[in-house]
C-alpha cells in the first residue's frame, strides 16, 4: 500500500523530469553562471580573474549607449504591446460573428504569424527609406525613419506590432467567440450599444486572455533584440541611429566584442527590470482579470 | 488499418527526408578521398563564385589528389563562432579552413589548432607566393607570422556621377577633401530649403576613418604597435600625431557645405535613382552598380580623395584572408587544405572571382593571363581599383583593433553627431579618442 502511494507521488515528478532537466541545463545553471560571473572581472575567453563587486554593474549604468538602450526597450515595450493588443481586440471583435466569408479574413487577420521577423524587416526597410521609400511617398514627409533617432524605435516597433498582430488575434477571437452568446443577445435587446458591450462584457470576459497576452508580450518586449540586430549588426542593414535593446546591447557586448563584463552585468540588470514587471503585472492581474 | 498506413507513410517520408538530407552533405563515399571542411561567409553572387571555385577544384586538383572540400556558408561571423569553439575548448569541431576578415586575425593567432600560412610557405607546390600582393600580405600578416591566405580584396573608391559633373563643369574627379567639398557646393540641388540631390552621401565609420587616416603622409598607423600588427594595439594614436584632427578640420568643409548626407540608407540604390553626385563605397560594389544603373547614366569611380594636398599613403586593404586549422592533428589532412587554399589565391582562380564578384586580385599573375586587357578595357572602373591599391603603401591597413566592432560604434556616433552639429570639431575628436583608448584599456585590464 505504502509503495503504491510512492509510486503515485512520484509518477508525477518523474513526467515532469524532462523539463526539469532542461530548465536546469539551460535556463537555471545559465542563470546562476551570469549571476555569478557578473561580480567578477572576466576575460575574453570567459574566464573569471578576480572579485570586482559591482564594479561591472556601475560602468554599465554609467554607459551613455547602455541608457538609451533601456530607453529604447522601455519605448518598445509601451508601444508594441498595448498597441499590438488593441488592434487583434478591435478585429476579433469584428470578426467575432461567425459568417461565409469569415474564414477568408480571420485568415488574412493571422497571416502576419506566418512572416519571418527578417523578411518584414527587410520589406519595412524599402517602406521607410527617406528618399525613395513608399511611406514618405504617401505621407509627403522626408523623415529619415530608421536613421532619425527621434523615429527610429517608433519605426521598429510598428514592425513589432504588424508581426504580433496574427498572435495576439487568434488568441483572443477564441476568447471572444467563447462569451455566452445570450449574454451580449439580451444587452443588446437591452439597448446596450457596441462600445457599452465591448467594454462592459467583452473586455471582462476576455481579461484572462488580455492579460496573458500583456504579460507574455510585455516580457518578450523587455527581451526583444532581433530586430535592432537585423538593423544595426549586419553588414547590409545598418543604421546608425541608436536603437539597441537592453539584450542586443548585451549580445554586442558578449559576442562582437567579448567583453562579458558589461555583458553580465547587463544581463542581470534587463533580468530585474523585467522581474519587477511581472511582479507589478500579477499584482493587477488580482484587482482586474475575471475567471468567471 | 487507415491510421497504421498514415503513420508508415510518415515514418517512410521522414526516412527519405533524412536519407535525401543525408546525401548531399555527406563525405565522398570513397574512402580514399579526403574530406576539407571549408567555412565561408558570403552570400547571393558572391556566394555561388566561391562554390563555382570549390566545384573546380575538386574537379580538377581535388581529382587528382584525392581531395573533396565541403563549402559551407557561415553566417557573417566567422570570427565569433571560431572563438566560441575556441571558448568551449571544442578544437575538434574547427572547420580545416575558414574565411574570416583581417580583424579576426588576433583572436585566431591564440587558438591551438591554428596552422599559419607562414609555417607551410616553403612548401607551396601550387602557388608562388611571390605573386601576391604585398599589400594584401601585409593585411593577413600579424606579429612578424603570414597568418591567413588573402583570398577578397577590396578597397576605399568615390564613385561619380560624370552627367552631373559634366552638368556642373566639373572636368576631374576631386583630389582631396578640400575640393570634394567644393564640387559638393556646385553639384548639390536645393529647393527651398530642403535639399533634394546631395553633393556626397557616406556614413564614416572604423573602415572609412582607417583610410583617411592610414593614408596621410607616406603612411600612418591607426594604434600603437603599428595599428595592433606587431603586437595587440593598446591605444590609438591618431590623436597624438594630428592626423585625426587633420582629417576632422578637412571634413568639417564637407560637413559646412549643407549637401553631406552622413547616413547610408540604401546607398547603391540612392545612387543609381540619381539622388546623389558621389558616394564613398568599397570596390566590391561596382558590380551592383554596374546592374543598378545599366545605361541610365554615365558614372566612374576615382580614388579616394585625400586629407592633405600632399599624402602619398594611399587606401587601406579590406576584404577576406582564409586561415587553416589542424582540428584532427594531422599533418595529411592539413597538407590537403593547403593545396585548397593555395589553389583559391592562384591566379586564374582570382581571375575568375574578381570578374564574378568585383573584388580585386590578390595575385600579380592575374595580369598577366590572356584576356585581362579586354575585360580591364570593358570595365575601366575595375583597373581604377586595380591602380588605386597598386599606388597605395602596404603599411596602409584597416588596424588589427581586436575590440573593432566597439571602435566602429564610437566612431559613428562620434561622427554622424559632427555632422548633425550637435559635437563640435574638439568634441568630436576628443570623444573618438578618449572613448576608444578607454575601451581598449578595458579590454587589455580584463585580458592582460
Known amino acids: 500500500m505504502r509503495k503504491k502511494g510512492l509510486r503515485a507521488a512520484a509518477e508525477p515528478l518523474l513526467y515532469l523530469l524532462p523539463a526539469i532537466i532542461f530548465f536546469i541545463a539551460f535556463t537555471y545553471y545559465p542563470f546562476l553562471k551570469t549571476a555569478i560571473s557578473s561580480f567578477f572581472l572576466v576575460d575574453s575567453m570567459g574566464r573569471a580573474k578576480e572579485f570586482v563587486g559591482f564594479e561591472n554593474y556601475l560602468r554599465v549604468l554609467a554607459t551613455p549607449q547602455f541608457r538609451i538602450a533601456v530607453k529604447n526597450t522601455i519605448v518598445y515595450m509601451i508601444l508594441n504591446a498595448p498597441v499590438s493588443i488593441l488592434i487583434s481586440l478591435i478585429l476579433a471583435i469584428i470578426a467575432n460573428k461567425p459568417t461565409r466569408s469569415s474564414r477568408v479574413y480571420e485568415t488574412m487577420f493571422a497571416l502576419t504569424m506566418a512572416i519571418s521577423m527578417s523578411v518584414a524587416a527587410m520589406i519595412f526597410r524599402m517602406a521607410y527609406n527617406p528618399s525613395i521609400g513608399a511611406l514618405n511617398h504617401i505621407l509627403g514627409t522626408r523623415i529619415n525613419w530608421l536613421n532619425d533617432p527621434g523615429w527610429a524605435m517608433i519605426a521598429v516597433s510598428v514592425i513589432a506590432t504588424w508581426l504580433n498582430i496574427g498572435y495576439n488575434f487568434l488568441f483572443l477571437l477564441a476568447a471572444v467567440r467563447g462569451i455566452d452568446k445570450g449574454l451580449l443577445e439580451s444587452a443588446e435587446i437591452d439597448g446596450a450599444g457596441i462600445f457599452r458591450r465591448t467594454l462592459g462584457i467583452i473586455i471582462p470576459m476576455v481579461s484572462p486572455t488580455l492579460f496573458f497576452l500583456v504579460v507574455t508580450q510585455m516580457a518578450k518586449s523587455m527581451m526583444m533584440s532581433s530586430l535592432a540586430l537585423i538593423f544595426t549588426n549586419s553588414a547590409t542593414l545598418s543604421t546608425t541611429a541608436n536603437i539597441d535593446t537592453m539584450i542586443s546591447y548585451m549580445y554586442k557586448q558578449a559576442v562582437n566584442n567579448l567583453n562579458y563584463n558589461d555583458g553580465y552585468a547587463t544581463a542581470i540588470i534587463a533580468f530585474i527590470m523585467t522581474f519587477i514587471l511581472m511582479l507589478i503585472s500579477f499584482r493587477f492581474e488580482k484587482k482586474g482579470v475575471h475567471y468567471n | ?218 603612411y600612418n598607423f591607426f594604434g600603437d604597435n603599428e595599428g595592433g600588427r606587431t603586437a595587440p594595439m593598446t591605444r590609438v594614436t591618431f590623436g597624438d600625431d594630428g592626423t585625426l584632427r587633420a582629417f576632422l578640420t578637412e571634413w568639417q568643409k564637407v560637413i559646412e557645405t549643407g549637401g553631406y548626407k552622413p547616413t547610408e540608407d540604401d546607398i547603391n540604390e540612392e545612387f543609381a535613382l540619381q539622388l546623389h553626385a558621389m558616394v564613398l563605397m568599397s570596390t566590391a560594389r561596382i558590380g551592383k552598380i554596374k546592374s543598378l544603373v545599366g545605361d541610365n547614366f554615365n558614372w566612374s569611380v576615382a580614388p579616394l580623395p585625400k586629407v592633405n594636398p600632399d599624402d602619398k599613403g594611399g587606401i587601406a586593404v579590406g576584404g577576406s584572408c582564409i586561415v587553416m586549422f589542424d582540428p584532427q592533428n594531422d599533418p595529411e589532412q592539413v597538407d590537403a587544405t593547403w593545396k585548397f587554399v593555395q589553389y583559391m589565391a592562384s591566379a586564374e582562380p582570382q581571375f575568375q572571382f574578381h570578374k564574378d564578384t568585383g573584388y580585386i586580385p590578390v595575385n600579380k599573375g592575374v595580369y598577366e593571363l590572356d584576356g585581362i586587357d579586354e575585360w580591364f578595357a570593358e570595365n575601366p572602373e575595375y583597373k581604377v581599383a586595380v591602380d588605386a591599391i597598386h599606388a597605395s603603401n602596404p603599411n596602409v591597413q584597416e588596424p588589427f583593433d581586436i575590440i573593432n566592432w566597439e571602435i566602429d560604434s564610437i566612431i559613428m556616433n562620434h561622427m554622424l553627431a559632427f555632422a548633425n552639429g550637435t559635437e563640435t570639431l574638439d568634441q568630436c575628436h576628443d570623444g573618438i579618442v578618449n572613448e576608444c583608448n578607454q575601451k581598449l584599456a578595458d579590454y587589455h585590464r580584463a585580458n592582460g
Not at chain 2, 568615390?158 to 577633401?177: K, R, S, V
Open chain 2, 1 to 218: 488499418m487507415k491510421k497504421i498506413l498514415g503513420i508508415a507513410a510518415v515514418l517512410l517520408a521522414s526516412a527519405c527526408a533524412v536519407f535525401a538530407g543525408g546525401a548531399g552533405e555527406a563525405a565522398p563515399a570513397d574512402p580514399n578521398v579526403r574530406n576539407v571542411e571549408f567555412w565561408h561567409t558570403m552570400t547571393g553572387v558572391n556566394a555561388s563564385a566561391i562554390d563555382a571555385l570549390v566545384d573546380e577544384f575538386n574537379n580538377t586538383i581535388g581529382k587528382e589528389e584525392g581531395i573533396h572540400v565541403e563549402s559551407i556558408f557561415q553566417g557573417n561571423d566567422n570570427s565569433e563562432k571560431l572563438k566560441t569553439l575556441a571558448q568551449a575548448g571544442d578544437m575538434e569541431n574547427f572547420p580545416d579552413a575558414a574565411q574570416i576578415a583581417g580583424a579576426g586575425i588576433p583572436s585566431a593567432y591564440g587558438y591551438d589548432s591554428l596552422v599559419p600560412v607562414e609555417e607551410l610557405k616553403d612548401s607551396a607546390t601550387i602557388l608562388d607566393l611571390d605573386e601576391l600582393e604585398p599589400n594584401m600580405i601585409r593585411a593577413y600578416t600579424y606579429m612578424d607570422q603570414m597568418i591567413g591566405m588573402p583570398f577578397s580584396c577590396s578597397a576605399l573608391l568615390l564613385y561619380y556621377n560624370q552627367d552631373m559633373f559634366d552638368e556642373a563643369g566639373i572636368d576631374a574627379p576631386p583630389q582631396t577633401i578640400a575640393e570634394m567639398a567644393d564640387d559638393i557646393s556646385r553639384l548639390m540641388v536645393k529647393d527651398g530649403d530642403q535639399v533634394v540631390r546631395y553633393g556626397l552621401n557616406v556614413a564614416v565609420r572604423r573602415y572609412q576613418m582607417a583610410n583617411f587616416i592610414g593614408g596621410q603622409g607616406d
